[in-house]
């Protein structure tokens, strides 16, 4: 039975497959991210993020408090996940490297993003932000690695 199931290793490029239909439905779905980092205090933080991937690269935006903000700015290692939320679950992890980006009023992203995820409540949401909005920072992901799990074909070396 063992090799009738695809591996799940980890694949080191910089795109991921986005021609797979796991990956596809993941990423053209309205699923979060959830990006790993090491803050400040040198502990590992996870938090849960919109993002679009575009040319290649995972893209967020986020206040410039936000603690992710300097942590990223200090270390740029960061790791992702995004999974289905059915079974059977779906999910791609990402190795990758971020670099911060400071924009001047809303990011250019930032509209797209919020249609993917809030879809008709979008317009009332990005109102009242364009209010607020001053500077934002574009968190720039670019993958080092990716592993696609599906738990049909392709498990964790765990259930292997």
Request: aromatic share 8%; no cysteine; proline share 6%.
């Amino acid at each position: 039975m063992r090799s009738a199931r695809r591996s799940s290793r980890a694949i080191n490029a910089t795109e991921v497959p986005h021609d797979d239909p796991v990956v596809h439905k993941l990423l053209e779905g309205a699923f979060l991210a959830r990006l790993a980092y090491i803050g400040l205090d040198g502990r590992p933080k996870v938090v849960p993020i919109w993002y679009a991937y575009l040319n290649g690269e995972f893209i967020m935006v986020t206040g410039p408090k936000a603690d992710k903000v300097s942590a990223i700015e200090a270390n740029g290692a960061v790791a992702l996940t995004i999974d289905s939320d059915q079974p059977p679950y779906n999910v791609l992890l990402v190795d990758g490297d971020a670099t911060v980006e400071k924009t001047e009023g809303m990011a250019d992203e930032y509209p797209a993003i919020v249609e993917r995820y809030l879809a008709g409540a979008a317009e009332q949401y990005l109102a009242g932000m364009r209010k607020r909005v001053r500077e934002q920072r574009r968190i720039r992901v670019v993958p080092r690695s990716w592993r696609v799990l599906d738990f049909v074909k392709r498990y964790p070396k765990s259930l292997r």
